[in-house]
Each structure stands twice: as C-alpha cells, then as structure tokens.
C-alpha cells in the first residue's frame, strides 16, 4: 500500500497526490472520485481498488478542470461509466473547452495547452449528476452542490466523508498562489458559508491533506476571495482595465506570473471579483476609446 493510501475505514479511502483520487468500495463494488491528472494517476487509483478485491463500477468527476479528470479517458476506455454534473462534464468530453475559456473563446495559444489545462484523453459519454441523493454501484451517496471554483461543481458524501473536489484549497497554495482560481466569488462565498454547517466528520479536498475540522480552511479561504475582492475594488480609485486591476491585486499579494498560463488563470478570479462588485452596485462597467473600463459606483 503507497504511503498516500489513506483509509478512512467504513469503505472510504483517499488517494492523496498531485490532486487527490477518492474510493469509496464495499462489498467489492467501488466508485472512483476524481480521476487525477493523467492515465498514470487514474491507473494508481485502478490498481488501489484491485488490492481491496473490488470491482470500480462508476467514476464521478466533481468539476470540469483537467486536473481532475485528466485520467477519466483511460478508465472510459475500460468501460467504466462516468458521472459528472452537466455542465462540468462537458470539459472531461470536450477537453478543449478549457483552456478555450481561459483564452476568451479564441484558439488557446500553446502556453494553455499543457495537461494542466488541456487533458490528454477525452470521455466519450458523460452521465449527468444532479445535487441530492444518488445509489451508483450499492452506495449510498449525497451530492453536495458546491459552485464557485467551478460554476457546478459537486461534493460526494459518503457516510460521514465529503470529497469536496476544490471548495478549499490548503494554506500552502493559498501562501504560493495567493490568487486563487474561481468563477463565481458570491457563489464561492455561499458555498463556503454553508461547508461550515455540513454534518460530516472528514474532509477529503481535491489539493491537500484530508481534514476532520473544515472551518478553517473555509474561512482562510472565503477571507482569501474577500481580499481579492477589495484589492479589485481599491484598484478602481481610477477608471481602469482589468489588466490593470490583475496587476493592482497581484502587486497586493507580491505575485509575478511566471507565464502567460498563470496570467489567464488570474485574470478570470479579477473577472469574477468585477462580476461580483457590479452585483453589489460597487462597480460598473464601460466603454470609453474602445477601452472597457471598470470604475466604482
Ligand atoms: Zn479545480
């Protein structure tokens, strides 16, 4: 058993590495959480379930970012069904669709296209999931809606376990990438208000150790997103673009982006904080010389 084989006993278990794989197995039929970043990650995981004698009968991707389903295509090939939520599964079926999105909707410059954010294999057929109760392969499942890193990202409960994909994400890549990836800051917020309240005894994220107490790794991260929010909003004292909030905000935090990749995945957290202030009637948005400034409001 690797050293990164974690059993939470009760038939769950977690596969901690670059991103982590979770297994629920009783009665030798399994689920795979996630499938990692690539074939050799997913294939890990694979071999895990054979050493407990189950059988993986389904793989459920809780949110459409190559990191975690990078491996889904190879275990598609061995005719394991997969489950995602609708439209987080049409990354893993159209992989292209990412770093497509970080580039605006234009062809993704090469820069995108590592396998951190273009997966290697695609999945030809996804089974869409909704939030609620759910028996995949005689388990006794609950999904947890948690958008905001990821517009319908979904949490699976099992017993007293909540795999919660990247709800939270640890204090070390809080400490290295201050700036951390969402689409949705209000939505975000929400769902990590309401982690505080879930009934469950271990948190599996989809980055990181598993954690018995949730509370602070929400709070660290909900005051992360605050922060980002009020460096955006502390930007507009004038009018500007919002590459120039991006490097207000990243000057705040001491950032410098290495490559363009860590640029794009920035820029979209400073397009969910703009997104979010003009919710709040904090900022508005406008068109002067072909610039589309942002200014407060
Ligand atoms: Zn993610």
């Known amino acids: 058993m690797s050293a ?7 038939g769950a278990y977690a596969l901690l590495g670059g991103s982590n794989i979770g297994v629920i197995a009783r009665e030798g039929r399994a689920i795979m959480i996630d ?3 690539d074939r050799s990650t997913a294939k890990k995981a694979w071999r895990q379930i054979e050493t407990l004698g189950a059988r993986l009968e389904a793989l459920v991707i809780t949110h459409g970012h190559a990191d975690h389903f990078g491996g889904a295509g190879w275990i598609a090939e061995r ?15 159209h992989p292209l669709l990412e770093p497509l999105f970080l580039y605006g909707g234009a062809a ?6 590592g396998k951190f954010t273009l997966a290697q294999d695609s999945v030809p057929h996804i089974k869409a999931l909704t939030p609620g109760a759910l028996t995949l392969a005689g388990l006794a499942l609950n999904l947890i809606p948690l958008p905001g890193h990821a517009p319908a990202q979904l949490g699976v409960a099992y017993g007293d376990v909540l795999y919660c994909g990247d709800v939270v994400f640890p204090e070390e890549t809080l400490a290295r990438h201050p700036i951390l990836f969402c689409t949705d ?3 975000w917020l929400e769902t990590l208000d309401g982690l ?3 009934p469950y005894a271990r948190f599996v994220p989809g980055h990181g150790e ?10 660290a991260n909900a005051a992360r997103l605050q922060e980002i929010r009020d460096q955006a909003w502390a930007a507009l004292a004038d009018p500007c673009e919002s590459g120039a909030v991006l490097r207000a905000v990243a000057a705040h935090f ?3 982006f290495a490559a363009p990749q860590f640029y794009l995945l920035a820029l979209t957290t400073i397009h969910a904080a703009l997104t979010s202030l003009q919710r709040a009637g904090a900022a508005a948005v406008e068109m002067a010389e072909n610039r589309m400034l942002w200014r407060r409001s």
């Open 196 to 198: 505080l309240v879930l």
């Open 4 to 10: 990164n084989w974690l059993d939470f006993g009760t």
């Open 35 to 37: 499938a990692g970043l």
């Open 185 to 187: 800051l209000d939505a």
């Open 108 to 113: 993704p410059i090469r820069e995108l296209q």
């Open 254 to 256: 001491d950032v410098t």
């Open 79 to 93: 005719g394991i069904p997969i489950y995602a939520p609708a439209l987080e599964g049409v990354f893993a079926m």
């Open 210 to 219: 598993s954690v018995t107490e949730i509370a602070p790794l929400a709070k």
